[in-house]
Structures are given as structure tokens and as C-alpha cells.
């Protein structure tokens, strides 16, 4: 059975858990700038020597107090180390409180990748492109390493000792002066924590923070129902969706099960389609999904929520009271047309439709949907009490806080949210109130700009380091387990927390396995080793709820909204959150910085992003150098020009302009929107001014034409016109006339299918891709320059003639392993080459880099190492590497291999079986990760597999077939769904 | 009357290939006075420029080294560019030495005597500068031996479809057999001058490298079959070589490359890029070596002519592919050339090829502009230019938009790209210089045997030897 302590362990101080335990008094004290170097160990030797050392303190076990925390495997795999066989473990990561399953593949003691728990409720196996950069957050070589007091090295025990005789004066005072700023929680030790502090410090006081606040949805609630709820998922009775700037579509926390599900209802093979409208400002991936969408500026989606709740009102006997709404919130022509046309649907819908909205719209509408989706009796849309501890996160808690903190009546702040001086509103000035707290204690993975005003600096543990639990999108309890010995050393939120209770050395095992032993006594051993097995604890899901809405009160509340706005001069602003960095707090992370944005393609920045339409107004083009100016000081943009924005305002996104001095990657990136954000307007608002600054801004952009020239890429139609294009497509697949003599495949033939119908273009793949396969990051100048390395990438183009408003469609492309292939006959050196299951391989060792075989490549899936990107990479950073896969040397071509490691592994596990690999036994890195179930890998001699299928379905084609490549990987047609009464 | 009736008959006869009444000895003294001569101020002052731009390639080359492809401007999905060009563009120069030396040897054009010395020195130094790139552009060029065929413990043999490998072969044979055939045709030269030279040092290495040239009837005989042969064999090479560079692109099947008159118009376009090449040189160093007695207006016009010639095939090329594209109905095809070419964001580069390549060639139609020599060296320079930006289109254009438009990317050369451009053309500068001043520039037994073989024999006039 593995424990921590068998794990390797590099650059770690010994025995950091526990105060008892340190026999040496602490190092002196040393002046530390905040950029200092880390005392990792950096050689080899050094490593071998940490290596044997802690084999050798391993072994004296016994005479280390330290407890024995076994982490356990996940329940499918063989509990013993072979070394080359990598081990998989159920974990989970946290955003924002909500707890995604996940399984890690651990390959002689250090995470290397991260996949969905296929038995956990909020990943059934997939995974979204945060959870899978967990594993480069972890070997961040600029994570804070040590405990910092004013900027001088301290040692956790030095903090124990400040914390206990902090909280012993906070004691006597019953905890006056005593606040927790922490972040939006669920797990149920954090919970016990909270109660117990409570407890102990009567008047101390709890608030939560997230840049990407949950107010909204906590308000919205309270309106309609009196109590707080929130709305679950369930689109696989969906029919007919109303997106109102919700993002179910995009891999973001808490979405996977939802785009599982609605995958499902956009195969025309499978049942009738379902439906998808979206009503937003800027293009997100779920309106690029959209059958029907409508662009608005960002003050009326709450108008138009409202007058189509008017709508419903005269077709619902229900919502009969809301009628008087349609007068009230007067639409444009358009808008009203569609209005009318969507809310017919919903109510033929009944059941199966659903008003999902995004946490940034006002309460009123929330509250609009909660009618709306009640008096339809939707299936799709269950309320449950909330699994967070406190929903109430936002500019309104901070705000009181920041008050009291600039009163003087706050003595003592724990701050365990990530970074509120730099995601707060500008307007509170978070930032100088923190300076006036005396004592303050900041847990943080970096050294950022927070850190820089707090007295006490605590190094975080990364999720990968730490135990914990937490509550899944549907309240089942979720096990984090560590999967390595923490690199740095650190502290979880529980042990900070413990600290201030005088049990700072209790380890947070020691603390949750006691919880979870309190709970369920009864044979605790075993039920906690098939929990931390499984992950989480089977059937704990919370119950849905049929609370009775407040109709009266939404009436009332809708009837305060006014109708119009009042005329102000200067664009709105739209703030949301980056899809690549969320609020900014993984911007240090250099694989989601070089992952384009599904919509923009945007990487390594934020711009401005504004409509062809304000942009031509404006006299502004792609590139230009902008000032944004609300209020305060403007902000340096560059422009990008988005079709389908909606016009007269302008979309920024959160999380870059970081200060901070210990994220030197990120640091200088972009610019930071706070400025933009008020306390009282969080996410949009009017009067912003945009000035050109007469020079050019470049962006970092992985796709820079959007149109397909009227040639068959990515494949789309509609429903109605299924069968004609199916027609069509029958000359775009199969044999053609071609010189070239057949090969064999007597064994395995290798293929993939990329349905194009249930792919969002969310991009998860593009991550599991570069975790896979040691895909190098190469840099923002680089991404410019058109040398980004990604195999996999998703192409998105814009259709219609319509800018304002175009049609979207996407199309992961990697290498689609050709039969003919065009880049194995021009390679001089036989770098290149096929074999006999149909794969193009690439003989790293052998390429002598003449890229002929990329200029040949009519797809361009070809990647050159044009520079040396991975020989600068540390000792730590190195151990993100599959062992599995070849680092690549500069100068060499390399490409998708169909993740050939893994063909590899399967077919050494199967040969010792003596039988052959089955289809769905054997997953490619994307098709793993993918949400959507969009991306089928199999073998197409097998006459049973599903690709086979897929291959013969028809709406399948080969791309660019006219060439007689014969692609391996084929693409299945992508079908939208219109309304016959809004289809022009 | 008379007189008159002479004067008319003499300005329709061509101009003479030697001016002046010359022997042997006078002969050898104007056209091997450069040698004897101490340099003139301005040839050291090109030569110290030429040996700064050589360090300025030699800086470039170790910055590529050093660091990798990535310091030029070449991305995904412009794999080729600067490099690719700056070899097909050498390669198309060093064309006229051999279709000077060896064709027009074999078609018994006398004016080649003149020039061939000069053209074949130029063709060796052009093909030293393109002979860099292919190993260069490589990513790992220290592995670029892998491409010639040797039986390696790694059992791995070469791709021999890939046209690349071929290239390989046609480029090393021709590089050898031009060598040879200059070398060979210097040999009574460097005798001539080991035996002129009073200084032993000379007399040493001219004598090492005239390999014991004594001009007995014997050594004529061999040499004259060994000339002949090399001239043979060195025919097929002026077609075969810039045929098989032509198939580097005419053998993918991206749009723009992909194109089977791609190898007459490439001989073709080598052949009046050559000659645009060496007459830019020619023009400066006749009048400055004192070379205007053997290198004439005739020989300018005719080489002016050579390229108007060439210049045509060259312009029927371009329309055949704009044909072909719109014949075919290919939608790729159509883009590249209808579009991408003339409407994208490198029309500029497109039209100065069309101007330079097709337009100014036009004006050699009239006789004035092949005899001045101010319109002639600018006109040869502005092919020259021409030549390469049609490389850059063929090579960056029709990468830059190839099928699936999201993979559309611009290049933007570096300052790398453009110091081994700048270097290459010193380099070869240099080169040339040293060429001018220890060998020379004009093949002086050939020319005396022309003179003999236009005047008859004249009286000895001095000098060692005939």
C-alpha cells in the first residue's frame, strides 16, 4: 500500500506538519524578497541524495512521530507499485467550492495527468482544461515555498505559536475583531471548522469572496422561493434551452454532466433533437452551440427575460400575472420576434424545457426563470439546497468587510480566498483597508499581490498535496486525496483554520479522517478505504426540493426594473470571466495561458473585444491600441473584433494585469478590469469610453482567418436539410482513384470519428492533448509568430454573411492519419512513415527537421520545434512528463500519434490476456476528456466498433477527400436545429 | 559612293568579337593585366565591404546554429521561406556558367570565349552559396548527412522518392562537374601565368595548380577531348538540375507548387536569371579591368537577347499557370492564383515579379536598350530582383493560404533571414574579387585561339608564350 512517505520527495523540509515534532529551533530569521529563488533542490545529485534520505526516514517510521496517511488507489487498479505502471487515484478539484471527481495517473509517485472519475457524479469521466492544468500548477516552479512574516522567512510553527496566542487574546474578547475571509466552500470539514470557530469566537464573522461572485443566483433564490436554492442541471429530459448568458456548454466547473447530456439530444440519430437559444452579450461557447441567438447589450437581457416571461404569461395559466410585463419591457422588433417564436417553444416544450441563467444577470431575472421553469414543470431544472456554506459571495459581503476593516473594528483577518486585492471592484479599495488590519494571515500558492499587504503569508498546499473533502454540483461528498508529499511544504485551508482553535498540529488527515470517523463509525476502516478508492460516498447527493415560488414578490420586483435605460453617453462594459484563467487565479499556469479561447482564439492576454459593427463606429481595428475609461484611471486594450458581439459594448475579461511578484508568467499579461468594476456593477455597466491610442497592440491569436471560403471543412446543416447534405457528403468519403498502391491492414486498423454535431468546441481535448503528450508551451512572441505546438487544435469559423450575427462552427483537427499520406513521400530521411495498422508515425530521432513533410500536409497538423522549448525546464517542472512519451528535441517535426503510448499499453496488457483489445477498452487522450463524447477512437477492422459506425454513418466525410489522402479520421456532419418559425 | 556603300555594308554586319588589331602577346597582356597589376583602391574597398558582409553571413549561420530555425522568420504553416528561396535563387544564377561553357561550346558560338571564364567562376560561387542553405534550413543540421546514402549500422536508407533527396544528388553533380569543367579550362591559363610571373611564390602555386602544362600538341589534343566530354556531360545538367529543384515543388500537392510545367519554366527562369546575373557583374568589370576589347557590345547584346528569350518562356510559365488554374476549376488552385497572389497581403511582391520579369525584359526588344549598357545593367538587375520574389511567391505565398483556411498565417522574415540574403550575396562578392584579381577573368587561350581563327597569324609581338 503506498503512503505519503514512500513517495518521493524533492526540495521538502522535514516534518514542517507538526510543532512537537521539530527538534531544531527555528532557522533564523531571513530577509526574503519576494522573488527569491527556491531552495529546490537543483541538481541531480542532490535529488538521488533527498531520494535516499527520505527512503532512509521512511524506514525509521516508527521513530517519526508523523502519522501514517495512506492514500488509496483507485479501486479498479492493483494495489502494489510495478515500476513503469503508472497507478490511478480518485481525487478532486475545487473551484469555487464545487467539488469535480476526478482520477490522476501517477507514475512512480508524481501526478502526470488528470482525467475525469468516470463513477463521479459531476465528471463521469470527463474533464474541463482546469481540472487538467491542475497537474503544471502543481511543478509551478514560482510557487510560494515558504512562511512569510512582513517579507521574512518564518516556519509554520512559527505562525502556530503567533496563531495560538493571537486566538487566546481573541478568546477573551469572544473573538471580537475576528473575520475569515474565505472562499466559496463546501466540504463538510471546512463546514465543522466553521461551526467550531464559531463557537469558540462568538463575535467573530465569516465571509465569503469570489471574483466571480454567486450573489445573483443566492439573491435570486431568496426572491422566488423565500430560501435559498439553486438550480440543477438535468438536460437529459431537455427539449427546448434557454440560455440567458449561461455557459452550460463550456467545460467550467460544474457543467460536465450538463454537456454530457445535451451532446446527446444534438445527435439526429439518436431521438428527436433538442433545441438551444441563447440571449447574451458577448459569443460564449453555448451561444456558438445556439440554433437561435440573440445579441444584446448586457443591461437588457434582464428586460428581455422579463417581456418573454410577459409572453409566457399569456400562453400559461401558471404565469397568467406576468402578462402585463410584455407591455412594460416594450422589445425591438427582432428581439420581440424571437421572444414570441422562443416562448411558444417553451411551452411546447413543457417538461423538457429550461431558462437557465448566468450568475452575472441581476436577481430579478434568476427569480423570472425560477417562475418560468416551475410553471412549466420542467424535468431539466431541479432546485436543491445549495452544497455551498454560503452563497452570499460577493461585492456586497466584502464591502461590509472592507467597512469594518477601514473602521478599525477588525483586529484580526484570515484570508483564505484567492487574492481579493486583486479581484475586488476598484472602488472598494480592498487594498488599503487590508493595510489597516493589524494582524492578517493570507494562505496563498503564490505570492501575489495580496500577499504583498498581508503580515502573515501562509504557502498553500496544491489540491494534489492536500486532503479534503468537498460536495460535488449535487451535494455527493467528494474525497481529495494527496497524490505526492508536498513539494514546498505548506498548509491547507483546514489546518490554517485548526490553527486559530489551537490544533494547528492536527495535519488535515488527522482532521478529516476523524470527522468522517465521528459520521459514519460504524466499520469506518473499510467504508474509508473504498471512499478515498471510489473518491466520494455513494448516495449523498442532497435531495431536489419543490418549494413553492413567490409570485407575487417577482411580479413586484419585476415591475421595479425599469423599462428602458436612461440615456447615457459612451459604450457598456461587459466584464466576465476569462474562459482560459477564470478569474485569474490560474494565470500562472502556462498551459491554459497558450489555451486559445473556443470563441476569440485568444491566448497569453485579454482584449477588448467589440463588434465589426462598434468597431467601424469606433474607426478601431483588429489590433489597435485602446484606452478603456470608466471612472477611474483607463486601461490599456488591445481590440479584437468578435462577430456576433453585440454592439455598442465592449467585452472584457477577468483575471490578467497581474502585479503580483511571485507569478512571474503571468505577470504584465493583459490588463487588469477592476478598474471597470464597481462594487455596485460587478460585471457590466454603462459610460465607458473608448479612445484610440494611435498605435498597434498586437494579440496572441491561434487562428486569424475565420472564414472556410466556401470549401468543405467543417461540415453544417440543418435538421430539415439532413438528408440532402447527406447526399452531398456520399462524394466526400471512400476510395479514390489514386496511384498509390493499397496498403494492408491484417491486424488492427486504427481509426477516429469527430462528430461535429456533439462537439461545443470547449477545447477540454486541446489540454488532455498537451498533458498527454508533453506538448512544450512555447510563449506569447512565439503563439505570434504562428509556431504554437498544440496537435490538437479546434478550429472555429464564423458562417453567413451576417457579421453582426454568423453562424459558428467548430472542428477539432489533428493528425488524420492519412492512408496516402503526403508527408511520408517527401521526407528525405524516412522520418516519417506508416505502419501496418494505419498509423503515421513519426520517428523523432530520425527527423532532420526539413519540414517538407508540414508544407505537404494539407491539413497543417505538423508542428516544428523551432527553438529548444523544454531544456530550460528545472528539476520540478520536469516531473510533469509522461514517461510514456518522448520529449522532443529542437529542430524536430512532431504531430498527433493517435496517442500510440497508449495503443502501446493496451495491446502489451492485452497480448498477455492472448486476446485482442476491445473496442472502448483503448481511449485516446482527447476522446478521454471530451465532454461531449465527441471524439471516438476504435478499430475499424473490427466490425462491432463504434467508429466503424460512425465511419459509415451518414453524415460522415473525410476532409479535403478530393485530395484521395483517405483520412483515418473522419468527421461527422454538424446538424443545428432551428425553429421553423425563426429559420428566414 | 564607294565609301559610302562600305559604311552601310559595315553597320549591318555584326560588331567584331575582338576589337582592335591584337597578336598573342598583346592578348596576354591586356587580359592578364589585372593579375599583374597591384589592385586599384576600389577593389579593396569592395573587397573589405564583400569580407564585412561575410562575417555578417558567418554571424548569421552561428546565430542559426546556435539556436535553431527559430530565429528566422519561418512558422507553421510557412515551413520554407527565406532559406528555400535564397537556394533555388543561387542555383538559377549559377545556370548561365554551364549553358555558356557547355552549350553554347557544343553549338560553336564564338562570342562564349569571352564570357565563359567569368560565367562559369560565377556558377561555382553561386552554388557555394546555395549548397549552404539546404543543410542550414534543416532543424538539426548536424544530422543533414543523413540524407546521402550510405549503408549506416542503422540499417535506415534515404526516402528516395522524396525530391528532396534527389536534389541532393543533382546539386552535388552539378557543384563537381561545373568545378571541373572551370578548372579544366583554366589549366593553359595558369601556365600562361606561372611562366609570365617573376615572383617564386607565384610561379609555385600557379605552377602547382597548372598541373605541368607545358602546351605541347599532345597536351591540346588531350585537353581539347577532355573539354569536349565535360561539355557533354555537363549538357543534361543544365536541364536536369533546376528540373529536379522544380520537383521539390512540383511534386507536393499544395496548390501553387503543385504544377507540371514547373521544369521548363525553372530551366528557363535559371537560365535568364544567370544570365541577368552575369551581366550585372560583366558590365562593371569589362570596363574597369579593361576588358572592353574582348567582352563587346556584341557579347551584351547577345546575352540581352539570351534573356529576352528566356525572359518570354519565363512569362509563358505565368500564364500558363494562371491557365491552368482557371481551367481547371480546382477551387485551391484558383484561390492561389486568383486570389492569394494578386489580392493578398503579398500582391506587392507578386506584381514586382511581374514587372521585373515580364515587363522590363520587353524593352531588350529594341536594339538601343541591348547596346547601352546603363538600361542593360539596370534592366539585368531589376531580373535579378524579379527572379527572387518569384521564389518568395512560389515558396511563402502559396503556404501561407493553403487549404484549410485556419491554418492561414503570415511570415515575416528576421533580421537572420535577411543577413544571410545579404551575406550570401558578399560572400559570393568576395569570392568573385579574388577570382578577378588571381585568375583570369577571360579564358586568354581561347581567345587567342579565336584570334588566330578570325585574323589568321600575326607577327609575334612579345611575351612568353603564345
Given at each position: ?984 | ?30 587580359l592578364n593585366d589585372f593579375v599583374w597589376r597591384a589592385p586599384p583602391p576600389g577593389w579593396f574597398t569592395l573587397l573589405l565591404?564583400g569580407m ?65 571564364r567569368f560565367?562559369?567562376a560565377?556558377?561555382?560561387f ?63 591559363d595558369l601556365?600562361?601565368l606561372?611562366?609570365?610571373t617573376?615572383s617564386?611564390?607565384a610561379?609555385?602555386i600557379y ?74 557583374l560583366?558590365?562593371?568589370a569589362?570596363?574597369y579591368m579593361g576588358l ?137 562578392g568576395t569570392l568573385f574579387l579574388l577570382f578577378l584579381k588571381y585568375l583570369p577573368a577571360v ?24
Open positions: 500500500m503506498p503512503s505519503l512517505k514512500s513517495l518521493p520527495i524533492a526540495g521538502q523540509q522535514k516534518l514542517w506538519r507538526s510543532v512537537d515534532e521539530h527538534a531544531t529551533p527555528p532557522a533564523p530569521a531571513r530577509e526574503l524578497g519576494p522573488s527569491t529563488p527556491p531552495d529546490d533542490a537543483t541538481s541531480r545529485r542532490n535529488v538521488l541524495q533527498l531520494l535516499g534520505a527520505s527512503a532512509a526516514l521512511a524506514t525509521l517510521g516508527g521513530c517519526l512521530k508523523q502519522p501514517d496517511e495512506k492514500i488509496l488507489p483507485y479501486t479498479k487498479q492493483p494495489p502494489e507499485i510495478t515500476p513503469g505502471n503508472p497507478l490511478h487515484y480518485a481525487t478532486a478539484s475545487l473551484i469555487d467550492g464545487r467539488a469535480t471527481g476526478l482520477l490522476v495517473t501517477a507514475n512512480e509517485g508524481r501526478p502526470t495527468k488528470v482525467e475525469g472519475n468516470p463513477e463521479h457524479p459531476s465528471s463521469r469521466g470527463a474533464v474541463g482544461h482546469l481540472e487538467q492544468a491542475e497537474v503544471l500548477r502543481l511543478y509551478d516552479p514560482q510557487r510560494l515555498k515558504v512562511v512569510q512574516n512582513r517579507a521574512v522567512a518564518r516556519s509554520w510553527r512559527d505562525f502556530l505559536q503567533a496563531a495560538v496566542y493571537q486566538a487566546r487574546g481573541l478568546r477573551l474578547r469572544q473573538g471580537e475583531g475576528l473575520r475569515f475571509l474565505l472562499e466559496p466552500n463546501s466540504s463538510p470539514l471546512i463546514g465543522q471548522l466553521r461551526q467550531r470557530l464559531r463557537d469558540t469566537f462568538p463575535r467573530a464573522r465569516f465571509s465569503t469572496w469570489s471574483a466571480v461572485p454567486l450573489q445573483h443566483i443566492h439573491d435570486g433564490a431568496q426572491l422566488a422561493f423565500g430560501a435559498a436554492y439553486e438550480t440543477r442541471l438535468d438536460l437529459s429530459q431537455a427539449s427546448v434551452v434557454l440560455s440567458l448568458d449561461s455557459d452550460l456548454l463550456a467545460a467550467l466547473p460544474g457543467t460536465l454532466p450538463a454537456m454530457a447530456a445535451w451532446a446527446e439530444k444534438r445527435d439526429p440519430s439518436r431521438g428527436p433533437m433538442g433545441r438551444l437559444y441563447a440571449v447574451e452579450t458577448n459569443l460564449t461557447v453555448t451561444g456558438m452551440n445556439a440554433d437561435h441567438r440573440l445579441r444584446l447589450k448586457p443591461t437588457e437581457l434582464q428586460r428581455f427575460g422579463l417581456a418573454l416571461l410577459g409572453r409566457l404569461g399569456a400562453l400559461v395559466p401558471a404565469l397568467s400575472p406576468y402578462a402585463i410585463l410584455t407591455q412594460r419591457f416594450a422589445l425591438a422588433p427582432p428581439a420581440a420576434k424571437f421572444a414570441d417564436a422562443l416562448a411558444r417553444d417553451l411551452v411546447k416544450a413543457g417538461r423538457g424545457a429550461l431558462v437557465s441563467v448566468g450568475p452575472r444577470q441581476p436577481p430579478a431575472l434568476h427569480a423570472a426563470a425560477h417562475a418560468i421553469n416551475t410553471a412549466l414543470g420542467s424535468a431539466c431544472a431541479k432546485l436543491a439546497q445549495p452544497v455551498l456554506h454560503d452563497m452570499d459571495a460577493g461585492p456586497r459581503t466584502l464591502r461590509q468587510l472592507t467597512e469594518e476593516m477601514r473602521s478599525g473594528a477588525v483586529d484580526t483577518l484570515v484570508i483564505t480566498a484567492w487574492n481579493p486585492v486583486y479581484g475586488a471592484p476598484a472602488d472598494l479599495n480592498f487594498s488599503k483597508a487590508l493595510s489597516l488590519v493589524p494582524h492578517s494571515v493570507y494562505r496563498t500558492l503564490h505570492y501575489d499581490e495580496t500577499a504583498d499587504r498581508a503580515e502573515w503569508v501562509i504557502p498553500s498546499l496544491h489540491p494534489l498535496e492536500s486532503w479534503g473533502d468537498a460536495r460535488a454540483h449535487d451535494g455527493t461528498v467528494t474525497f481529495q486525496q494527496p497524490l505526492i508529499s508536498p513539494l514546498y511544504g505548506g498548509a491547507t485551508e483546514a489546518e490554517v483554520l485548526a490553527a486559530f482553535l489551537g490544533e494547528g498540529d492536527r495535519s488535515a488527515y488527522v482532521q478529516l479522517r476523524e470527522l468522517w470517523q465521528s459520521r459514519q463509525p460504524d466499520g469506518f476502516a473499510m467504508r474509508w478505504e473504498k471512499w478515498l478508492g471510489d473518491g466520494f460516498i455513494e448516495g449523498t447527493a442532497t435531495k431536489a426540493e419543490t418549494p413553492a415560488v413567490r409570485h407575487d414578490q417577482i411580479l413586484a420586483a419585476a415591475v421595479q426594473v425599469p423599462p428602458s435605460d436612461p440615456a447615457t453617453p459612451g459604450l457598456q462594459v461587459n466584464v466576465v470571466p476569462d474562459y482560459r484563467i477564470w478569474d485569474g487565479r490560474f494565470g500562472n499556469v502556462a498551459w491554459l495561458q497558450e489555451f486559445p479561447d473556443p470563441v476569440n482564439k485568444l491566448t497569453w492576454g485579454n482584449a477588448a473585444q467589440i463588434s465589426p459593427e462598434t468597431a467601424r463606429k469606433l474607426g478601431v481595428a483588429q489590433n489597435d491600441g485602446v484606452d478603456l475609461g470608466l471612472r477611474g484611471t483607463p486601461v490599456h486594450a488591445s481590440v479584437v473584433i468578435e462577430p456576433g458581439h453585440a454592439d455598442d459594448c465592449v467585452t472584457v475579461s477577468m483575471g490578467y494585469g497581474r502585479r503580483g511578484d511571485g507569478e512571474a508568467l503571468c505577470r504584465g499579461l493583459g490588463f487588469d478590469v477592476s478598474a471597470l468594476r464597481s462594487s455596485e456593477a460587478p460585471w457590466f455597466g454603462p459610460g465607458l469610453s473608448v479612445t484610440r491610442m494611435g498605435r498597434k497592440a498586437p494579440v496572441a491569436q491561434t487562428q486569424e482567418h475565420h472564414s472556410m471560403e466556401g470549401r468543405l471543412i467543417a461540415a453544417l446543416t440543418t435538421l430539415p436539410k439532413l438528408k440532402e447534405t447527406s447526399e452531398e457528403l456520399a462524394e466526400h468519403r471512400g476510395p479514390t482513384l489514386t496511384a498509390h498502391r493499397p496498403h494492408e491492414y491484417p491486424g488492427y486498423k486504427w481509426g477516429m470519428a469527430i462528430d461535429l454535431s456533439r462537439c461545443t468546441g470547449c477545447s477540454s481535448c486541446m489540454v488532455a492533448c498537451v498533458s498527454e503528450n508533453n506538448i512544450p508551451v512555447v510563449g506569447r512572441e512565439q503563439v505570434i509568430k504562428s509556431r504554437e505546438m498544440h496537435w490538437l487544435r479546434v478550429d472555429r469559423y464564423f458562417v453567413g454573411d451576417d457579421l453582426g450575427n454568423p453562424g459558428v462552427v467548430f472542428q477539432p483537427l489533428a493528425c488524420v492519419h492519412c492512408e496516402f499520406a503526403p508527408c511520408e513521400y517527401v521526407c528525405p530521411v524516412n522520418a516519417t512513415v506508416h505502419s501496418d495498422e494505419g498509423l503515421n508515425e513519426m520517428v523523432y530521432n530520425r527527423c532532420i527537421g526539413t519540414r517538407y513533410c508540414s508544407n505537404n500536409c494539407p491539413y497543417k497538423v505538423r508542428r516544428f520545434n523551432f527553438f529548444s522549448y523544454t531544456s530550460n525546464y528545472g528539476d520540478i517542472e520536469k516531473m510533469v512528463f509522461n514517461p510514456d512519451v518522448t520529449v522532443r528535441a529542437r529542430g524536430v517535426m512532431e504531430k498527433c500519434t493517435y496517442c500510440v503510448q497508449r495503443i502501446e499499453r493496451a495491446r502489451i496488457r492485452t497480448r498477455l490476456e492472448e486476446r485482442r483489445i476491445r473496442d472502448g477498452e483503448l481511449r485516446t487522450a482527447c476522446q478521454q476528456a471530451c465532454p461531449a463524447e465527441a471524439i471516438v477512437f476504435g478499430d475499424l477492422n473490427d466490425p462491432s466498433s463504434k467508429v466503424r459506425k460512425l465511419h459509415r454513418e451518414e453524415r460522415s466525410y473525410d476532409l479535403l477527400h478530393e485530395l484521395g489522402t483517405r483520412p483515418r479520421t473522419a468527421y461527422l456532419a454538424r446538424v443545428m436545429n432551428p425553429n421553423p418559425e425563426l429559420a428566414s | 559612293m564607294t565609301e559610302s556603300a562600305l559604311d552601310a555594308r559595315a553597320r549591318l554586319e555584326p560588331p567584331r568579337l575582338i576589337q582592335g588589331e591584337h597578336d598573342d602577346g598583346t592578348l596576354n597582356k591586356t565591404i564585412a558582409g561575410t562575417g555578417v553571413l558567418f554571424f548569421a549561420i552561428s546565430v542559426t546554429l546556435a539556436y535553431g530555425i527559430g530565429m528566422w522568420g519561418n512558422n507553421i504553416p510557412v515551413g520554407w521561406a527565406f532559406g528555400i528561396i535564397n537556394f533555388v535563387w543561387w542555383i538559377g544564377i549559377g545556370h548561365a556558367g554551364t549553358l555558356i561553357s557547355a552549350i553554347l561550346l557544343l553549338f560553336q558560338q564564338k562570342w562564349r570565349t569571352s564570357i565563359n560565367a562559369e560565377m556558377t561555382i553561386a552554388v557555394m552559396q546555395a549548397g549552404l542553405f539546404p543543410v542550414l534550413h534543416t532543424g538539426r543540421p548536424w544530422f543533414a548527412y543523413w540524407m546521402i546514402p550510405y549503408p549506416t549500422v542503422q540499417s535506415v536508407w534515404p526516402q528516395f522518392k522524396s525530391p528532396l533527396m534527389w536534389d541532393v544528388f543533382a546539386v552535388s553533380t552539378y557543384f563537381t562537374t561545373s568545378l571541373l569543367f572551370w578548372y579544366i579550362g583554366l589549366i593553359p601556365a600562361s606561372r611562366d609570365a617573376y617564386r611564390r610561379r609555385r605552377g602547382i595548380f597548372a598541373l605541368g602544362w607545358r602546351g605541347s600538341a599532345r597536351h591540346w589534343h588531350h585537353y581539347k577531348i577532355a573539354y569536349l566530354l565535360l561539355a557533354g556531360l555537363a549538357t543534361p545538367l543544365v536541364l536536369s538540375v533546376h528540373t529536379i529543384v522544380s520537383w521539390d515543388f512540383a511534386l507536393s500537392i499544395l496548390p501553387g507548387w503543385h504544377t507540371t510545367i514547373f521544369p521548363p519554366y525553372f530551366v528557363a527562369g535559371a537560365v535568364f536569371s544567370g544570365f541577368a546575373m552575369v551581366l550585372t560583366i558590365i562593371p569589362r570596363r572592353k576589347h574582348v567582352v563587346t557590345e556584341r557579347h551584351l547584346d547577345n546575352m540581352a537577347k539570351v534573356m529576352l528569350c528566356t525572359g518570354l518562356i519565363v512569362a509563358y510559365g505565368y500564364v500558363m499557370e494562371h491557365f491552368a488554374a482557371w481551367y481547371s476549376g480546382n477551387l485551391y488552385e484558383e484561390h492561389v492564383f486568383f486570389s492569394t497572389r494578386p489580392r493578398g497581403p503579398y500582391a506587392w511582391a507578386y506584381f514586382t515579379q511581374m514587372f521585373c520579369n515580364v515587363v522590363v525584359p520587353q524593352i531588350f526588344w529594341l536594339r538601343w536598350a541591348r547596346r547601352n549598357i546603363w538600361t542593360l545593367w539596370v534592366g539585368a538587375v531589376l531580373v535579378n530582383v524579379g527572379m527572387w520574389f518569384e521564389r518568395f511567391n512560389i515558396i511563402v505565398t502559396s503556404l501561407h493560404q493553403d487549404f484549410i483556411p485556419s491554418n492561414w498565417a503570415m511570415y515575416y522574415p528576421t533580421w537572420v533571414d535577411f543577413s544571410l540574403l545579404f551575406g550570401t550575396i558578399c560572400f559570393f579564358a586568354v587561350a581561347e581567345v587567342k585561339e579565336l584570334n588566330h581563327e578570325l585574323h589568321g597569324d600575326r607577327p609575334y609581338s612579345g611575351g612568353p608564350h603564345a
